[in-house]
């Protein structure tokens, strides 16, 4: 059964230290001590070897003690940051699938504006058919009423469908970035919910308190986004920076006031063309040979108007949808981004401080070998 020393190596120490001239130790605290009866223990016990031996040991089990006390902390501390990419890779996976998501879904709302512009096509088949005929000769000689008729029989409410459309697309839009900011703010409050009760240690400074105002800074980001997100205020903004495009692209003269004032105006200026064609053509020349060959060519312009009017307000529909989707997606990876930069750096630093106490660990088990096998003389 081993012997047990009760000692105070503290004030042993403190008793070879204080000890007065010519004497080894202060015999009042050094007794205090009993210190003396392990000493004795250990002369009398053990050779010189083994005193070297356990002389060399006691140091290296101490770096040893404490190298396992920071290699804990340290991998408490990668644990939590290992959980934390986890967030910033779930928040950038959703980010990815929104885009994705996003993307797909405005071809349904541009394939609705499509429609609309086809089936405004197909009236205009049908008008050409029913006007360009030897019976409506006289009617086609008022250009007026050829445009009163086109507009109302083909054109209709086509420019209210459209900005129908387009509002609801802007307001779908809008929708979806207000719903994806509150998804990451979800994501990072429950971030911030994990491990706040959790000792992470107080070795090596404030890690806790650093990642926890990073992590507050970009919740309190995120909160403020979705406080202030005005819907109206966005769609508003949205269908302005869409009537800018729509003029930018050519599709009419700038000084439309409104979305829908460019959509009429737009159509309008097809109706032009094709009204002038209709009313040219017939003033030309009246006969029956005339009227298919001008039918004919009257459906190719038609066709031509309306696929060019579709092709300039897809363009700058979608345009405008790529724009504000990539503003929106970079907005939120800004306000994650001092979150990400962070744990980042914590990582490498932390990384390298594991990989360093490896090296510690590696070599006080080298040396404590080394000791155990020396031998006695």
Partial sequence: EPQI????????LRAKLAAPAGAAVEPVVW??????????????????TERLRLKLLNPLGVAAKLRDQYAQVTQARLEI????????????ADLTAFEEDMRRDVQFHLSQVDNTLYQMGDRGYLFIDEWLRINRLLDLMNSAKVREGFEHEVVADTPAQIERQVGDMIDWMVEREYKQWQAVMDYLN????????????EIGGS?????????????????????????????AKLAESVQTALTQTALVEVGAIGLGAVLVAAVHTLVLDLTGLLFAGTMAALGLYVLPNRRRKAREELRANVADLQERLHSALSMQFEKELTRSIQEIREAVEPYTRFIRNEREKLTAISQDLTSIEQET?????????????
């Fill in 5 to 12: 020393f009760m000692v105070s190596a503290r004030q042993a």
């Fill in 31 to 48: 007794s205090a001590s009993q210190f003396e009866p392990l000493e004795r223990f250990i002369r009398d016990t053990l050779d010189e």
């Fill in 81 to 92: 940051l290992a959980d934390d990419f986890a967030t910033i890779d779930a928040v950038e």
């Fill in 190 to 201: 429950r971030r911030a919910d994990l491990h706040k009760d959790r000792v992470i240690g």
């Fill in 207 to 235: 890690f806790e308190l650093n990642r926890r105002e990073f992590l507050e800074a970009v919740r309190r980001a995120t909160t403020r986004a979705v406080g202030g997100f005005d819907q109206k205020a966005e769609a």
């Fill in 365 to 377: 088990r080298t040396l404590q070998a080394r000791i155990a096998a020396l031998q006695s003389d």
